[in-house]
């Protein structure tokens, strides 16, 4: 499996992104997809993310501001993030499979919030 992600970048306080991450490969449904992100310093943590029975999980930090989708036929997931704040500014990476232990990632794409 392989993945794709794009949509980062730079945005003010307050300002919103679109993560993309679309998946090729040997795909299988159900199976879970998502995004973690890692800060400088910091574990990589779960952001968002569907799991492989098709709920959703949110970290507390980002409940509210948050929204995680996915388009089946392009195999793709999209992560829509609002309100941002400065603590936001991190590595964010696509995952698949396992959602809290996932079998495949993404490149990372930067996530920077300026204050």
């Known amino acids: 499996v392989q993945l794709q992600a794009s949509g980062g970048g730079l945005v003010q306080a307050g300002g919103s992104l679109r993560l993309s991450c679309a998946a090729s490969g040997r795909i299988f449904r159900p199976n879970g997809m998502g995004w973690y992100r890692q800060a400088p310093g910091k574990q990589r943590e779960l952001v968002a993310g569907?799991?492989?029975?098709?709920?959703?999980r949110f970290a507390d930090s980002v409940k509210g501001r948050f929204t995680i989708s996915r388009e089946n036929a392009k195999n793709t997931v999209y992560l829509q993030m609002n309100s941002l704040k400065p603590e936001d500014t991190a590595v964010y990476y696509c995952y698949y499979g396992n959602s809290l232990n996932p079998d495949y990632w993404g490149q990372g794409t930067q996530v920077t919030v300026s204050s």
């Open positions: 569907f799991t492989s029975v098709g709920s959703t």
